[in-house]
């Protein structure tokens, strides 16, 4: 391994945080919304880990909620770098809800989001590619240019309608 590569788990993120009522909806369940701004948080430390640069989230690409995580149970964050382009980067997502009381375990989501490198002048730079090396890096590094490929083309569908709808898109 070279500075041109670095492994997945260099870029590893685990965070824990306890559910309260403050952060429930009417359901007495974890807010979506609230569990999206964890989701980018400890993406953007991985994609930060990684590049050791300024980075911008670039799209979030999915969010795909499993189960509701429930008022009093933790909720565990888990995220790392799946695969790098040449300035932008995949960073994989996966939350565990955890009663606190039995000390059952379930995904209750995964995430993928993209973030771009910036130089300080705020363009893109090259990054290191990435390295996996567990089951589960080497599975999601192996998908990942499929989902590459699928960005590129909903990013191109979200142009085209920002045309039609009259809006000018700075890039």
Not at 77 to 90: K, N, R
């Amino acid at each position: 391994m070279d500075e041109e590569t670095k492994m997945c788990s260099a870029s590893k993120v685990i965070k824990t945080s306890r559910v309260f009522p403050l952060d429930t909806n009417n359901h007495g369940t974890l807010y979506g919304g609230k569990l999206m701004s964890m989701i980018d948080d400890v993406a953007s430390i991985s994609a930060s880990r990684h590049a050791r640069c300024d980075i911008v989230t670039a799209s979030t690409d999915s969010v795909d909620f499993l189960i509701p995580i429930q008022k009093d149970h933790s909720v565990c964050l888990e995220s790392f770098v799946t695969w790098v382009g040449t300035s932008s980067m995949e960073v994989f997502v996966k939350v565990i809800s955890e009663d606190l009381m039995t000390g059952e375990r379930k995904l209750a989501a995964t995430s993928f989001l993209t973030f771009v490198a910036l130089s300080k002048e705020g363009k893109p730079v090259s990054i290191p590619k990435v390295i996996p090396s567990t089951q589960e890096e080497i599975m999601l590094h192996e998908s990942a240019a499929e989902r590459a490929e699928n960005r590129k083309k909903r990013r191109k569908k979200s142009r085209e309608l920002a045309k039609k709808m009259d809006i000018e898109l700075p890039w």
